[in-house]
C-alpha cells in the first residue's frame, strides 16, 4: 500500500501489535516521516542515499554527470551534505529500536573521493552513531568506463553498519554460534565483510542510481529476523521493499519523487503478487 502525504496531519487506525506504518512508502521527504513515527518502532534501516556526487562541471570522468533525481539536487557544498545527513541521523536515532543497526550504502566519484569520509566521521562525532563495521560490496560490472588517468575503477561501494555507540557490544546480528567451549567461550561461524551482489534489478529510465535486491536481501539476513519491520529513508524504485516481501519482513519508506513512488508500486505489487501465490 503506497501513501501520498498531503498536508493534512497523519491518522489512521492501527491493528494491534502493528505500528500503522507497516508496508507504507510516503512520497515526503524522510525528515517529515521520521517526525511523525513514534520513538523506537524500526527493527532495522537499510538505505542507499544520494551520494551528493552530481557537482556541476566538474564531471572528470562522466560518471558523475549520469546521476540525477527528479526532485533532489544532488549538487550540494560539503558542509550542507553534512549537515543534512547529521539531521537524518538524528532522526534516525529516534525512531531506531534499541540494539537495531542502520545499514547505510555510501560511495564517491572520481572528482568528490573525500566527501564519504569526511561524512562518516562526522557522524560519529555530532550523532550517537558510530561504525561498527564496513562491508565491501562488490558487483560483477562497472559502468561508465572511467575515463580518470589516476584513480582505479570502482568496481566496490561500501555499506557502513552503524549501531549506536552504547549498543557496541550488544547490537543485533544473525551470526550463528559454531561451537561452545567447556571453559564458556563461544565461537561464530564465519560472516565475511565483503559481499557479491549485483548492481541493480536491470536497467530503467528514470533512475539510474539503484542498488539490487540481491545485495539487501544479503544485508537482511546478516542483521534482521523474519517479521521485522525495515525502513529505507531513501526509497528509490522500491528495491528494499521488494528485498523485504521475498525475505519475510516488513518495510516503511519514504522518497520524495512521486515518479519512484509509482515504480516502487508496481514492482512491489508484482513482488507480493508472487509470493502470494507460494
Ligand atoms: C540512491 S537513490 C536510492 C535508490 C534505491 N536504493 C533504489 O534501489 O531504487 C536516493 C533516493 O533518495 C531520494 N531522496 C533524496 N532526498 C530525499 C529525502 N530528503 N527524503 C526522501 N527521499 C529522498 C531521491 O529521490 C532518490 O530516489
Redesign the pocket.
Known sequence: MIDRITEQPFCQTRVMGSTGYENKIFNE???STMDRMDKGIIDAIVT???YNTSRKGSSLDGASANVR????NDCKTDDEYIAWTIDIFKAYDKVLKPNGVVLYNLSYSSENTHLMWLVVAEIMKQTNFLVADNIIWKKPTTSPNSCSPNKLTRLCEYVFVFCRKNEFETFECNKEVSSLRKTGQVAYKNYFNFIEAKNNDGSNDI?K???SSELVRKLLLLYVKEGSLVYD????????AVACVIEKMKYVG????NR?VEMSKKRIATFENQTSLF
Open positions: 521527504d524522510c525528515l542507499s542515499p544520494p533525481y527528479d526532485e533532489f533512475h542510481a539503484t542498488y529513508s531513501f526509497m528509490g524504485t522500491g528495491t528494499t519514504s522518497e520524495i519523487s519512484y
